[in-house]
Structure formats: C-alpha cells, structure tokens
C-alpha cells in the first residue's frame, strides 16, 4: 500500500504573543513603579524634614538676647555646611561671609555680618548690636536655609 498520498505537512502553531502581558507582569511593573514613587516620596519627605527641623532651631533663637541668638543662627549655618558642603566647615572671617553670599539669593553685609562673624567673641551683655541687627541676619539665615535644604 502507498500511504505518500495520504501524508500532509506538518503545520507548526502560532508563536506565543509578546502582548498582551500576563497578569503576573502587570503586578511585577506596578510593583516597580510603586517601589520607584515610595522612594521619591521618601526623599521629599526627608529633604523637607532637615528643612523644617532647621528653621523650627532658628525659630527657637527669638527672644534669646542679640548675642546669644547670633551663636546660635551660626552653629545652625555651621552645621547645615557640615552636612551639605564639607568644604566650609573650616571656613572663617570673611571666607565665611563670602561663601554665604555665593550659596545663596539674598546676601548678607553690614552690621548683621559682623554679628554673624563677631557673636561667639562678644559678650552676651554687650550692646554693641542691635535688634534689628539680629532680625536681619534671622530672615538672611531662614532665606538661606530656604534655598540650601
């Protein structure tokens, strides 16, 4: 018997599609995609946390004394440099100023810089500096924290 008539090709089947997806790598991708806005979140969050943490330090200055409140707007500069820009940490006098004034929009000069640079040397009694003079190195330093952190 001849069975060649009978015989046909063999006929492969489709390929498996790319698209659309299983479920299981819409889980994975949004999985993914999850993990990428937690982390972004995170930052912001902890970005705008040193920021608030900061400014609620210079906030507790007020009502401290002139002097007084100059040392302790300084160590806050002192320290955010510490963490931000290692660099400055051994920075002083007028490099100090100058480093300020080159990291930030508004600038600082006058008395409220001579406060800033004069205040761990001057005693807490002393009159040689104003109010006004503390208040306009506070709004310099919550402007430069502002744009720092």
């Known amino acids: 018997m001849d069975n060649l008539p ?33 982390a972004e979140i995170f930052i912001l969050v902890r970005r705008k946390s040193k920021k608030l943490y900061a400014l609620r330090l210079l906030n507790n200055t007020e009502g401290r004394g002139v002097v007084p409140a100059a040392v302790r707007m300084s160590e806050i500069l002192r320290r955010i440099c510490v963490f931000k820009y290692k660099e400055a940490a051994a920075l002083f006098g007028r490099d100090w100023i100058d480093f300020l004034n080159s990291r930030g929009k508004s600038k600082i000069g006058g008395k409220a810089a001579d406060l ?26 919550k402007d430069w924290i502002g744009e720092n952190l």
Do not use: K, Q
């Open 116 to 141: 800033l640079l004069n205040a761990p040397y001057v005693s807490p009694a002393s009159r040689v500096y104003s109010e006004t003079d503390a208040a306009e190195l506070r709004r310099f330093c």
């Open 6 to 38: 009978e015989l046909r090709d063999i006929h492969l089947p489709d390929g498996v599609s790319v698209f659309p997806p299983a479920y299981g790598w819409w889980v994975i991708l949004g999985g993914v995609v999850l993990a990428f806005v937690l």
